[in-house]
């Protein structure tokens, strides 16, 4: 079976090269792409997966849709894209399955899942051990985050969601009135009948005649999943829904992205990392990009590190630190000390100040008010030093973060992949390993790509090489 895939976002001309070179079919292709590939717009098709960004950070990328095609799709990029965080919720949006309430807890009625204990969010009535189905309506992607769920089960098609409750909704991008009046009326006998009816994006230009024999189909199938869950087991999940991934891509991710871009419409060094922040520097991006067909790459790359690096001293650098589970942890902020080009690659150093007693994580040394944290940083370098120094400028130790090239962008983040284990030097040159337990245990997990561990244990052998004077313990 050849997939059909809708991809948005700012990586669609890469994403959109990567599948259609590997055969899957693209449709409701933007005009832009259409022509820069040379294929078939197919606007009106619907999709099996849609690829787009992530509304809390669109320079990750997201991937819905139905799950088989979503975990082939998936498992593509990912073995495609080198250094890439995929985090895959164990269940998806609209899965379904029978459970009980456990408890009632700050007003929230609370149902045991397979991820947990979680809040049912329109039981009217709730009665610890009372037994009911439920279906996803927001599932977590990231550690931390609480999923949701509904007593009111739905299933999911191409151009529908179907459930129960006589109401009639459509999505932001059905705009075609025609389209919303045929499909009112379309919509009516299952209305009064008790269905509710969302109708997704893509019914604006499909097939009238499409539409109907799948909205048929949908009530269909919910009427089945209904009986089937009756008769399941507790939190055995009888309705799969759409399947969703969150794919979070390195600064090596957004290089090789910007290199398939590259073969088929002028790119500039840095394309990918620069549309990530957003705002008013993706007119600057477009600019850049008409100025990569004309101007050599080595000198168009120069002049933005060069640019970068006169504009960072003016601002107050924040580091950005993404977990392996797709948290995120600020570290705070501090002043540049120095700016500068160190082989081809911009490095900073960046000063802060510490302004509160306490023990050096992973170090053990005392903080006191008055000491300075000096953090260096270098793209295309695998690990930042955090550098710690007490008021009368005696080095107390250092913490070697092991992480994936970092990003030095021009609103003053610096934002890396964390990679879990850490490398600490004592003032007597004394090095050791932290948080190898956390290490291993993503890579028991399978959260830890194989390129990853490669990276991270050639890092170490040229840190503990290069750096410890003695090596004590692991």
Same mark, same amino acid.
């Given at each position: 079976m050849v997939y059909k895939v809708r991809v948005r976002g700012i990586y669609s001309t890469a994403i959109s090269k990567i599948?259609? *070179?590997? /055969?899957? =079919? $693209? &449709? *409701?292709?933007? !005009?832009t792409i259409a022509k820069r590939l040379g294929i078939n717009s197919l606007r009106g098709e619907a999709a099996d997966v849609t690829i787009k960004s992530d509304d809390s950070d669109p320079s990750n990328i997201l991937v819905i849709g139905f799950p088989k095609a979503v975990r082939y799709v998936v498992n593509m990029l990912t073995s495609t894209i080198p250094y890439m965080i995929t985090l895959v919720p164990s269940i998806g949006l609209y899965s379904t399955f029978k459970t009980h309430v456990i408890d009632k807890r700050d007003g929230e009625c609370l149902v045991e899942t397979p991820v947990g204990p979680a809040q049912v969010v329109d039981l009217n009535e709730c009665v %610890? +051990? =009372?037994e009911l189905p439920v279906t996803s309506i927001k599932v977590p992607l990231r550690r931390g985050e609480r999923p949701l769920f509904s007593s009111r089960l739905r299933v999911v098609g191409y151009y529908a969601i179907v459930g129960r409750g006589s109401r009639l909704t459509f999505s932001n991008h059905v705009r075609n009135k025609n389209r919303i009046s045929e499909l009112v009326a379309l919509s009516s006998s299952y209305i009064r009948r008790g269905y509710s009816i969302h109708w997704r994006s893509n019914v604006d230009e499909a097939d009238l005649n499409e539409v109907l024999k799948e909205l048929s189909s949908l009530v269909e199938l919910l009427n089945n999943v209904e009986k089937s869950v009756a008769s399941s087991k507790a939190l055995e999940v009888v309705y799969e829904g759409e399947a969703i991934a969150l794919l979070i891509p390195s600064s090596i991710s957004k290089a090789y992205l910007d290199s398939v871009r590259a073969s088929i419409a002028p790119t500039t060094p840095y394309h990918h990392? $620069? %549309? /990530? &922040? /957003?705002?008013?520097l993706s007119d600057v991006v477009d600019l850049l990009d008409i100025l990569s067909a004309w101007v050599g790459r080595d000198a168009l790359s120069r002049s933005i590190k060069e640019w970068l690096i006169s504009k960072l001293p003016e601002l107050e650098v924040s580091f950005k630190h993404l977990k392996l589970d797709g948290t995120t942890i600020n570290l705070g902020s501090g002043k540049v000390r120095a700016a500068y080009l160190d082989g081809g690659d911009v490095c900073i !150093?960046? !000063?802060?100040?510490?302004?509160?007693? +306490?023990?050096y994580d992973g170090i053990g040394t005392h903080k006191e008010v008055g000491d300075k944290i000096i953090s260096k940083v270098c793209e295309n370098r695998w690990w930042i030093t955090h550098t710690y120094i007490s008021p009368s400028n005696i080095v107390k130790g250092e913490y070697i973060n092991i992480n994936a090239p970092p990003e030095v962008l021009p609103d003053g983040v610096i934002k890396y992949v964390d990679l879990g284990v850490d490398l600490v030097k004592s003032s007597n040159g004394a090095c050791r390993l932290i948080d190898v337990g956390e290490f291993r245990s993503l890579i028991i997990d399978g959260i830890v790509r194989e390129d990853f561990?490669?990276?991270?244990?050639n890092t170490l052998n040229t840190l503990i090489d290069s750096l410890c004077v003695l090596k004590s313990g692991t």
């Open positions: 599948l259609y *070179d590997r /055969g899957l =079919m $693209l &449709v *409701d292709v933007s !005009e %610890k +051990g =009372m990392q $620069l %549309k /990530g &922040v /957003g705002g008013g !150093e960046v !000063e802060r100040d510490v302004r509160s007693r +306490g023990v561990i490669n990276a991270v244990l």
